[in-house]
């Protein structure tokens, strides 16, 4: 089955530390995208990349950073950097931009 | 900037009709509206694009004023099943970058 996965599910990390989300795809799709959702709120997007090595900073990049070496994958790291990383993170991709975004299940990372 | 929807919440009995509609202040390329229910990923609804091109589910309607920098999404003859948070998503320059509105909640009753 196609489709885009996200790991782990929940994720907890001590303040000072760095912590990297797994985003994997197999639909063989060019785009892909991080969101960050807070409760009650929308989506914004941390950072994009439309085509393997090349990546563009979103709304709120500030304290991440994302690597794009491999069509299917797209991690995405929180750093130290980030004063406020407590959030629902999701993934997405899509074949161009003109098509939808699928989604992965998405990593609820808690800061304690 | 992200897109104004309106209305924030709205109750409807099933079998009722809602309009949810999403405001840009900047011209638009295209418009995506997701469905989320609570702790789950958003799930597609449909594309529209700049020109009229629309892409999505048979059941879903929407409307794209690309004049008005507007779009409405269509809640007909509502099921339980339609309850959840409605977002539109904004692509103001054609690279695909999303900016998402804040919400509509929809709860819809037996």
């Known amino acids: 089955d196609g489709g885009i996965t996200q790991s782990p599910k929940y994720l907890f990390r001590k303040e000072g530390q760095n912590v990297t989300l797994s985003c994997e795809q197999n639909?063989?799709?060019?785009?892909m995208y991080w969101y960050r959702q807070d409760p009650g709120q929308g989506l914004r997007l941390i950072y994009y990349s439309q085509i393997v090595n090349d990546f563009q900073k979103g709304d709120i990049a500030e304290g991440y950073s994302v690597s794009r070496e491999k069509k299917e994958s797209f991690p995405l790291t929180v750093t130290s950097a980030q004063k406020n990383p407590t959030a629902f993170y999701l993934c997405?991709?899509?074949?161009?931009?003109?098509?939808?975004?699928?989604f992965g299940p998405g990593t609820r990372l808690t800061v304690l | 900037q992200q897109p104004v929807q309106s209305p924030q919440a709205v109750i409807l009995r099933e079998g009722e009709d809602a309009v949810i509609n999403c405001s840009s202040s900047k011209a638009l390329y295209s418009v995506h509206w997701y469905r989320q229910k609570h702790g789950e990923a958003p799930v597609f609804l449909m594309i529209?694009?700049?020109?009229?091109e629309q892409k999505g589910h048979e059941k879903i309607s929407a409307s794209f004023n690309e004049k008005k920098q507007q779009s409405s999404l269509y809640l007909t003859a509502s099921q339980l099943s339609y309850s959840g948070t409605y977002f539109c998503g904004t692509d103001t320059d054609s690279w695909g970058k999303l900016q998402f509105g804040a919400g509509t909640q929809v709860v819809v009753t037996p």
């Open positions: 639909l063989n799709h060019d785009a």
């Open positions: 997405a991709s899509s074949m161009t931009r003109d098509n939808e975004q699928f």
């Open positions: 529209l694009l700049k020109g009229g």
